[in-house]
């Protein structure tokens, strides 16, 4: 096989500015995506104790006065993970969305874009958009197991 049809079979690559944009800020593209990961994990643990208590006491059959008393603990921890979501918009802003402009006006990547054959728009929407890509998944992901 030619190396460019091994090329062709690999499916979609990235390429060009999108690449580009991975690389430079890849680290924090990782750790969001780890965190979510671990919060995802973290609220399917809670879901399992959750049910546990439900089921031995009786649910979905019983009357809410059988296994609403114990609930206490577990809404208690469900409301604690919403009110940690509710943190996640300042979170991203801070440790993902300062550094997207920052970094690139204190190493000179800037002046240097202004120079290149991609323009200065075509770089921003870039980088916005595979940030935004990367938290609209995150998010949704976060949003699909919370409802659960």
């Known amino acids: 096989m030619s190396p460019i049809a091994a090329r062709r079979t690999r499916g979609p690559r990235l390429s060009g500015v999108t690449w580009l944009v991975w690389r430079q800020h890849r680290a924090a593209y990782w750790t969001v ?9 973290w609220i399917i ?17 019983s009357a809410p006065d059988k296994w609403l008393p114990g609930m206490g603990p ?12 509710g943190f996640i918009p300042v979170l991203l ?10 970094g690139d ?5 800037a002046k240097l874009v202004t120079s290149q054959s ?13 940030s935004a890509l990367v938290i609209v998944v995150c998010t949704v992901a976060l949003s699909a197991q919370y409802g659960w």
């Open 45 to 61: 643990y809670q879901r399992a104790g959750l049910m546990d208590h439900l089921t031995a006491h009786g649910w979905p059959r």
């Open 118 to 130: 991609v323009s200065p728009a075509r770089w921003l929407a870039a980088k916005l958009g595979v």
């Open 105 to 109: 006006l204190e190493n000179g990547t």
């Open 74 to 85: 577990h809404a208690a921890k469900f409301a604690q993970a919403g009110f940690g979501l």
């Open 33 to 41: 995506l780890a965190a979510t990961a671990v919060a995802i994990a």
């Open 93 to 102: 802003g801070v440790f993902l969305g300062a550094p997207l402009l920052s």
